[in-house]
């Protein structure tokens, strides 16, 4: 599977973004897709995660600020950000996998290449 995110970009604080992933294989709906970020300096870390049926899985951080949804008709999943904080800058990364558990152990089978988000204060 190739993964392709785009919609990064420089926002200021207290405003919005979504991120978009493109995959391109046809089985994208038997895949769970998710986000993950790495600001700089720090480890990747998960952001969420969205099965089959559409049912999320966030990180504890995200706060009711992040949503993430899918298109199975598009084979591409999102990413809403809002209320965008210096602390979000990062490069977000889009993971498609099998099983939803491999999010939070980082064991994902498949990584596109990240889109800079970059919130200035």
């Known amino acids: 599977v190739q993964l392709q995110a785009s919609g990064g970009g420089l926002v200021q604080a207290g405003g919005s973004l979504r991120l978009s992933c493109a995959a391109s294989?046809?089985?994208?709906?038997?895949?769970?897709m998710g986000w993950f970020r790495q600001a700089p300096g720090k480890e990747r870390e998960f952001v969420a995660a969205?099965?089959?049926?559409?049912?999320?899985y966030y990180a504890d951080f995200v706060k009711g600020r992040f949503t993430i949804s899918r298109d199975n008709a598009e084979n591409t999943v999102y990413l809403q950000i809002n209320s965008l904080k210096p602390e979000d800058t990062a490069v977000y990364y889009c993971?498609?996998?099998?099983?939803?558990?491999?999010?939070?152990?980082?064991?994902?089978?498949?990584w596109g290449k990240g889109t800079k988000v970059t919130v200035s204060s």
């Open positions: 993971a498609a996998d099998q099983d939803v558990s491999d999010f939070y152990g980082h064991a994902i089978d498949y």
């Open positions: 294989d046809r089985a994208f709906s038997r895949y769970v």
């Open positions: 969205i099965n089959r049926r559409g049912g999320g």
